[in-house]
């Protein structure tokens, strides 16, 4: 940190012995002391918090009921085959999105 200031509090944490000599590593990489590494990393990295998903999840699980219900009906001869592979298509890219913004979070 380019400033100096009065550091009176202290934070302690618990760390393998790798995960300690990889940040001892990076602080000395980045030419900083183990404090300035951290206090760095932690207040400017930014935080990714994944929205909530949740609704998606039950419209998406409603949708693969749906799509299970017509399925059973073609293949006990109610009606005849559609082809639904595009809904298949769609379903799995809202599947792979959902995904996505649950890794960032």
């Known amino acids: 940190m380019s400033k100096q200031r009065l550091r009176d509090t202290t934070l302690t944490i618990r760390l393998t012995k790798a995960e300690k000599e990889r940040i001892e590593r990076n602080a000395k990489r980045a030419k ?60 799995k890219k809202i599947y792979e999105q959902l995904l996505e913004i649950a890794r960032k979070g």
């Open 32 to 91: 900083r002391s183990i404090t300035d590494y951290i206090v760095s990393l932690s207040l400017e990295t930014p935080i990714h918090v994944a929205e909530d998903v949740k609704p998606l999840l039950i419209e998406l699980k409603r949708i693969g009921n749906n799509l299970n219900q017509i399925a059973a009906k073609i293949n006990s001869g109610v009606f005849r085959s559609y082809d639904f592979q595009d809904v298949v298509d769609e379903q």
